[in-house]
């Protein structure tokens, strides 16, 4: 099972950019999927997330304005993010409780993504 974050890039203070993570491999269900993000010299922080069953929780710093959703048929997870500010700066990183079809007993484990930069400049 792997994630694969893509969407990441340069963009001025206000614009927005769409990013996205995709589960593959052996998987037999997908539980909670997040996004974190890591700024140089801090901690990762979690951003934002949304169980199997479509409810979203926000860190404060981006209420209203990204959006997390997903695709459960393509095992997609997505992060809309519009009016961005220079300190939403970071690497994005996808993360997902998977269980998969090859370790017995099943049971949920995490998974993330290699990350995604994200810069806000102008």
């Known amino acids: 099972v792997q994630l694969v974050e893509s969407g990441g890039g340069l963009v001025q203070p206000g614009g927005s950019l769409r990013l996205s993570c995709v589960a593959s491999?052996?998987?037999?269900?997908?539980?909670?999927m997040r996004w974190y993000r890591q700024a140089p010299g801090k901690q990762r922080d979690l951003v934002t997330a949304?169980?199997?069953?479509?409810?979203?929780s926000y860190a404060d710093s981006v209420k209203g304005r990204f959006t997390i959703s997903r695709d459960n048929a393509k095992n997609t997870v997505y992060l809309q993010m519009n009016s961005l500010k220079p300190e939403d700066t970071a690497v994005y990183y996808c993360?997902?409780?998977?269980?998969?079809?090859?370790?017995?007993?099943?049971?949920?484990?995490?998974?993330w993504g290699q990350g995604t930069q994200v810069t806000v400049s102008s």
């Open positions: 993360n997902a409780e998977i269980m998969d079809r090859v370790t017995l007993p099943r049971r949920m484990k995490d998974y």
């Open positions: 491999g052996s998987i037999f269900t997908i539980n909670a």
């Open positions: 949304i169980t199997s069953g479509g409810i979203t």
